[in-house]
């Protein structure tokens, strides 16, 4: 106990004021990602970044910078992802399980800090190609962690909200981004470098603030149980879930779940290496293989289903549809605006109806958007001068909607649901090849699209519209729910040798039957009793013939059943 600060928060706050002050801290960590993200796109429309960069010219007749080394403007922005925010990613799971979620977040701050005085600083292409790298392993860091530690500390029956309003913020940093670089371009006669260099060195504000105000939050209980300080987690779980009133024991209940999860993955499972969990070496009834495939191929999924192509076209159709370059800065500022505010949805839907729901409704009508606004460019582009404005809003109003579902339902799900299904030996490294995905994801698309939509055109939005077809019976034979579940019970969601969802609940319907030492803090949320004393037990709860195999418990009441019959 002594180690815990008595400047920590947690000793003077609890339950929801503990955790709103905990999710405004992880909030603040994912706006600067939101913000470093959104920045990159105003700064390649500035004349003099272009100049300094030598990747481009501006152009006085459309009033616009015209790319003459598109394949160095891309290189810059795709290696932030490959290889910064990838190696990042790796390098944040490991010391995030290693020395804990509080000093990996700290230590991630440091390493964006240097990464955006690197940039904002740059004076030619190859340094801005290092600053980027830098900054990307600290927002690889960052992302790698800042979820796991998130919901670790959330209820399991509140979690998807915790971290839903924590990509609202996420979003709100790309509002912020777009609007700063907004305001800068009315400064000087549009020439001088303050104009990119201002908004990248903007975020090195909150990034100083997330340094220093992370050192007053708790640890992860969850953690502190794993490597042996029982006695500072069981405390700050009972600051985080109450110890009086109605709320008495469910701290208990929650920390004996964690305590047994622990002994189970110590005597499941022996891994602890990427190459390890990759190829499942070691995992046993863990699958943690496939855990990894579900996790990566979930983020590459999240870029293909439009939004990246969105990003890229949208100006495309803003143009066509006869909206003026000023107009176009309004226009996708307010894209920007409804995108964010759609995210709150997501905050009040995510934990009623599931992780699966979410993402079945997002993929059928982003899949109709992308048609539509695909079918609409195209007849934009037909139309006559006094329909193109007609049709052309038509198409702007479908890129419009594209974004505020894709903001409601798919921008979310792909980053809670690596955080929240890892066994806890590995918990942040699985969160980190998350990451990875979304690093393969985002660099893939960063360096394919451009030539895509020169050889596709509008058509390219068909594909994206495919692809969100193709994601439904996806998502339906492969992704489990977590929703409504605990951490702890993950482990038995994954035990099946299936990889097929319902396989995958059938097994999870006899585990917990069988071990409900897993799932008690879920499932009862009171005192834990000993059934033959009536005293609350202390101890791990785990019996000797605990297993995560279906199969075995099935043997077992097969025998039983003859047994009785003799």
């Known amino acids: 106990m002594d180690r815990i600060s008595k400047w920590n928060v947690a000793r003077k706050y609890e339950k929801r004021r503990l955790l709103i002050l905990i999710n405004a801290v992880a909030g603040l960590s994912i706006f600067f990602f939101g913000y470093d993200q ?6 390649n429309g500035t004349r003099d970044y272009a100049k300094v960069m030598d990747w481009g010219h501006y152009d006085n007749v459309s009033r616009l910078v015209v790319a003459d080394n598109a394949l160095k403007q891309g290189g810059i922005v795709a290696v932030y992802y490959l290889p910064g925010t990838l190696f990042g990613a790796f390098l944040g799971g490991w010391f995030g399980d290693r020395y804990g979620r509080i000093k990996t977040i700290a230590y991630a701050s440091l390493v964006a800090i240097v990464g955006a005085t690197l940039q904002c600083s740059a004076q030619n292409a190859k340094w801005m190609f290092c600053a980027r790298v830098f900054n990307g392993i600290g927002t ?47 400064y000087g006669d549009g020439t001088s470098s303050f104009i990119w260099r201002f908004p990248i060195a903007f975020q090195i504000a909150p990034l100083i603030f997330l340094f220093f105000v992370v050192w007053f939050m708790p640890e992860s209980p969850r953690w502190l149980v794993k490597v042996g300080r029982e006695e500072e987690g069981r405390y700050i779980l009972g600051r985080l879930r109450g110890e009086t009133g109605t709320d008495e024991g469910r701290a208990e209940a929650e920390f004996q ?32 293989a496939r855990r990894v495939q579900l996790v990566v191929w979930l983020q590459i999924l999240q870029e293909w289903i439009g939004i990246a192509g ?119 490294r699985g969160n980190a090849w998350g990451v990875v995905g979304w690093s393969i994801g985002n660099g893939w698309t ?35 729910e977590t929703n409504q579940r605990t951490l702890e019970e993950m482990n038995l969601v994954f035990a099946s040798d299936s990889w097929f969802n319902w396989e995958a609940e059938k097994s999870y319907k006899l585990l917990s039957e069988q071990n409900p030492e897993l799932v008690q803090a879920a499932q009862r949320g009171h005192n834990i009793l000993d059934p033959e004393s009536g005293t609350k037990r202390t101890g791990s709860l785990i019996p000797r013939n605990l297993s995560l195999d279906a199969k075995a418990y099935e043997k077992q009441d097969s025998e039983g059943s003859e047994q009785e019959k003799i």
């Open 446 to 480: 960063v360096l394919l699209l451009p030539t895509m939509f020169d050889a596709l055109g509008e058509k390219s939005l068909y594909v994206f519209g495919a692809v969100n077809a193709a994601t439904i019976p996806i998502v339906w034979a492969f992704y489990p």
């Open 257 to 288: 779940d964690i305590r047994n999860i622990v002994e189970l993955e110590r005597k499941t499972s022996k891994q602890q290496s990427y190459f390890a969990m990759f190829f499942g070496i070691g995992s046993g009834k863990l699958h943690t």
């Open 38 to 43: 959104g920045v990159m796109g105003g700064v």
């Open 310 to 428: 969105i990003t890229i076209y949208g100006p495309t159709i803003f143009t066509i549809a006869g909206i003026s370059p000023e107009r176009r800065l309004w226009v996708s500022g307010l894209n920007d605006i409804t995108y964010m505010f759609s995210t709150l949805l997501c905050v009040f839907t995510l934990d009623r109806i599931g992780r699966r729901w979410t993402l079945y409704w997002g993929s059928v009508g982003q899949g109709i958007c992308m048609f539509l606004a695909g079918g609409l460019a195209r007849a934009t582009l037909n139309a006559s001068e006094d329909r193109k404005a007609g049709v052309g809003g038509a198409a702007t109003f479908f890129v419009f909607l594209f974004t505020a579902i894709f903001g409601a339902t798919w921008l979310t799900v792909p980053w809670l649901y690596p955080a929240e299904i890892f066994p806890l030996q590995v918990r942040a």
């Open 140 to 186: 690889g860091i960052l992302n790698a962690i800042t979820p796991v530690w998130a919901t670790e500390t959330a209820e399991h029956t509140s979690r998807g909200q915790f971290v839903a309003i924590e990509f609202t913020l996420n979003i709100f940093g790309v509002v912020v981004a777009y609007w700063i670089e907004y305001g800068t371009t009315f």
